[in-house]
């Protein structure tokens, strides 16, 4: 099998939208942006054994590619367009392939994003995809956040990382709850359907993807100023309850792959933006308070096993 019949069998996919001028088949593909928008563009690349372990399920590792990429469009206030996609296999397994591509069509149907090119080589199992998303108005960026705004995540953060040391074996759990964390590390929801909730609203955003102190350590410098955070307050899946308080507040706290958003607003915005999240199925909570007084992240609660670089908690 050549790697032309792959192309074809496997990415060159029927019924673009009418944003494809032309996609895959030529030497480039041309893409028409509507008037009034700008573009968002993020990369992401995932290597086995480094970004999922090796034998990861291959429907899994085509929908967390797309998902993780989709995340970041939706952090910054885009709507999916298209994306790329690089491919290195070991071998032309049709197989593996096949489940590969559909993890990544469902998705994509799902949120009307589409593939319009990409490259495919041999080499050590690694997946690049570039996603595009319009920008309708302004963008949601790092640096927005003010004095007073209250700091608000999605849904529950700590599922991921507990389902990596699950399946890392550095960690047991009753399997219901097992299933559910592991789960969210295979198979993390993107946020898109926050966009438009968020638009007028959120101040600041990003998406969780290295952890919560250090990405909200991220908004906090770029946009200069300091926060509280309640430790009681961070939102935990009945899953992650089930682990003693250290060690769901260390996945919570520190673990990366949540996927969830995270973001900034006024205490007035919030019960607006709360329910309307919730009428989505979305759970908005507010976990701490941006200061300008304060330099840095203030935790109410003092992590035994805290990260490097984050000596500056303190317990009041
Ligand atoms: P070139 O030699 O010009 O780089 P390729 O042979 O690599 O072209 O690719 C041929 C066409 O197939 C191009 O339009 C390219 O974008 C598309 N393509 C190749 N691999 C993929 C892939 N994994 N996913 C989507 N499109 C792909
Ligand atoms: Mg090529």
Redesign the pocket.
């Known amino acids: 099998m050549s ?2 019949d792959l ?1 074809r069998d ?3 996919w029927s019924n673009p939208p009418s944003s494809v001028g032309l ?7 041309i893409l028409r942006v509507p008037a009034g928008c700008d573009l968002a563009v993020s990369v992401d690349t995932f290597n086995a054994g480094i970004h999922f372990p090796p034998e990861t399920p291959p429907h899994a590792v085509g929908y967390k590619a797309l998902a993780v990429n989709l995340s970041d469009l939706a952090a910054m206030g885009a709507e999916p367009a298209w994306f ?4 290195s296999l070991p071998e032309a397994n049709r197989e593996w392939i096949a489940e590969f591509v559909r993890g990544i069509q469902e998705l994509a149907q799902q949120h009307g994003i589409f ?6 080589t041999r080499g050590a199992l690694s997946i690049t995809i570039q996603v595009m998303g319009f920008v309708r108005g302004q963008a949601l960026l790092r640096s927005g956040a003010r004095h007073g705004d209250l700091v608000c995540v999605s849904g529950t953060l700590g599922d991921a990382a507990a389902g990596l040391a699950i399946v890392q074996q550095r960690l047991v759990m009753l399997t219901e709850a097992a299933t559910h964390c592991i789960g969210r590390l295979n198979y993390p929801t993107s946020r898109n359907a926050l966009v438009e909730i968020l638009r007028g609203h959120a101040h600041a955003c990003m998406d969780v993807s290295d952890g919560l102190l250090a990405d909200l350590g991220h908004i906090l410098k770029a946009s200069g100023v300091g926060a509280k955070l309640y430790h009681q307050a961070v939102p935990l899946s009945a899953a992650l309850l089930q682990l003693p308080l250290e060690q769901r507040l260390l996945f919570a706290l520190t673990g990366g792959d949540d996927y969830e958003l995270l973001f900034t607003l006024t205490p007035e915005s919030f019960g607006q933006v709360k329910e309307a999240a919730a009428q989505r199925g979305i759970l908005l909570t507010a976990i701490g308070e941006i200061d300008e007084n304060l330099t840095d992240l203030r935790l109410d609660y003092e992590l035994l096993n805290q990260k490097r670089g984050y000596d500056h908690f303190s317990a009041n």
Not at 115 to 120: E, I, Q, S
């Open positions: 790697e032309f192309i496997y990415f060159q996609g895959v088949g030529d030497d480039a593909a790329t996609l690089a491919v593939l319009v090119g990409g490259d495919t």
